[in-house]
């Protein structure tokens, strides 16, 4: 799929937004000498699960960082409770962390669709494989989180082979996960990994690569 270059300056009021001149060009300042770009568009909604992958490289969150930094987007990430606490407390919110409670009852997806219902405004970053080392399946939790929440699910998808991190068409989830399935995988047809033995097995499927992880066949 070819996509446009995105207009960094067509963003929707809708959008939860954050930053000023100095966090957009840090932003830049990280995307440009890495050579990266952005295309396709964010639709103009309050609440989205916004999905990342393929997740084979510590750099890939980097990319993320100077992506929303450069957009001027605020996007959360679960973080575990415990490190909010005493001085980094300030740091871990203004770097995007929604405070989980990995033991608390109900666990983590029944925390982000309180979030949900809690924030007028809120896109949570998910990262399906859950691991850079070659998964043999992606987690589910992020569909759970869109479908109990009632809120549309975004691919963003890494380019490494042409240096683009790619903004897909929104997916609503219909609450039949296997039935949605084509079409979120369909999402990352865009998909190069910066690291393909670490690539994660729907993705290699999907790609026609081989799957290097445990579990391959020899």
């Not at 966090?23 to 396709?40: A, D, K």
């Not at 999905?51 to 450069?70: C, K, Q, R, W, Y």
């Not at 990995?102 to 399906?128: K, T």
């Amino acid at each position: 799929m070819e996509l446009p270059a995105m207009d960094h300056d067509s963003l929707g009021g809708a959008i939860p937004r954050r930053g000023n001149r100095f966090t957009r060009g840090l932003g830049r300042l990280i995307l440009g000498p890495l050579g990266w770009r952005m295309v396709g568009a964010i639709p103009d909604r309050a609440k989205m699960v916004v999905i990342g992958a393929p997740h084979t490289s510590n750099l890939d969150a980097l990319v993320a960082l100077g992506t929303a930094l450069s957009l001027q987007v605020r996007i959360k990430v679960m973080v575990k409770a415990s490190v909010f606490r005493g001085p980094f407390d300030r740091l871990f919110r203004w770097l995007g962390g929604l405070p989980i409670e990995r033991a608390a009852a109900g666990g983590m997806v029944d925390q982000c669709i309180h979030a949900f219902g809690a924030h007028n405004q809120l896109l949570l970053g998910i990262a399906p494989e859950g691991t850079r080392s070659a998964p043999a399946q992606w987690k589910r939790g992020y569909y759970h989180v869109a479908s109990g929440a009632g809120v549309p699910i975004l691919p963003v998808v890494l380019d490494y082979e042409r240096r683009r991190v790619c903004f897909m068409p929104l997916i609503e989830p219909s609450g039949d996960y296997e039935k949605d399935w084509p079409a979120i995988i369909g999402s990352f047809d865009t998909a190069f990994p910066r690291h393909p033995e670490r690539l994660s097995a729907p993705l290699c499927e999907h790609l026609g690569w081989p799957y290097r992880g445990r579990g391959a066949p020899p």
